[in-house]
């Protein structure tokens, strides 16, 4: 389900956050942050410094060992993944991965570091309108069923409404929250009436593409291509870079961009972590 380069890396984090040290400063690890809130998170093996008011007795006796229970912070944050499953992400041309395939690597591996993290994730999934909406997942678990669900899609035959996550994020989500909108962005429209959402909520745009797609040759001026979102066609019309300057617009240096056919592990880890 998860490319091996991302299960590789994932595991190191896991690896990280199981051993135990007599110190921990700041930089050793990535940041746990669990408090006294409203919402149970798990309970973990007893770390020296731990307030011992929160010992859970039941577990500790169970495994011989002492273990504590924790809680989401209050102010946790809340993350936001919108995957775009609209038909031109089903498109393939010099890879044997579809650009909805790397899309959904990234919301994957994306959504169980920010659990590992202690923040609440939210997955969505859009095309001509909202398709899947999660409740807020809190465990690796309630991820994994929904990664499955949206690992089996294999086609769609839908257009793009790339309004939506702009819209939803207005009308249905609390300020200060973070989003990554995965998509292809084909045939993007202005997006300048959303500006003001950038000042409110951290918004992020991972772009995936073909190589196919940057090819400037006249070569392609001899074919017939179909548009992957309509029944129409025609001559073969670049629009990678006029769609990139709209993006670039509107996102700034707030862009991940993904090639099919190339590693992504390491990419998608400096971009979440800078």
Known sequence: MILPELAKLLFQIELKKNTRTNTLREGESITQKSGRGLDFKEVREYIFGDDIRYIDWNVSSRMGDLYV???????????????????????????????????????????????????????LTYSDKLNFVSQTIKTKANAYRIFQLLYEKKTSLAKTDHTIPFRYLKNKVMRNSLAYIISDFYEIPDLGNYQPLKQVYDLNAIRIYDTIEIIESNFFDYFFVSNPESTLGGKYKNQYWKENEEIQNFFRNRILTLRT???????????LLQ
Do not use: C, W
């Open 69 to 123: 229970k924790e809680y989401h912070k209050e102010n946790d944050r809340l993350v936001y993944l919108f995957l775009d499953e609209s038909a031109s992400m089903f498109t393939s041309g010099m890879s044997d991965y579809t650009k909805y395939f790397i899309g959904f690597q990234f919301l994957a591996f994306a959504s169980l570091l920010f659990l590992h993290s202690g923040d609440r994730v939210h997955i």
């Open 261 to 271: 056919n190339e590693e992504i592990a390491y990419p998608i880890m400096r971009y």
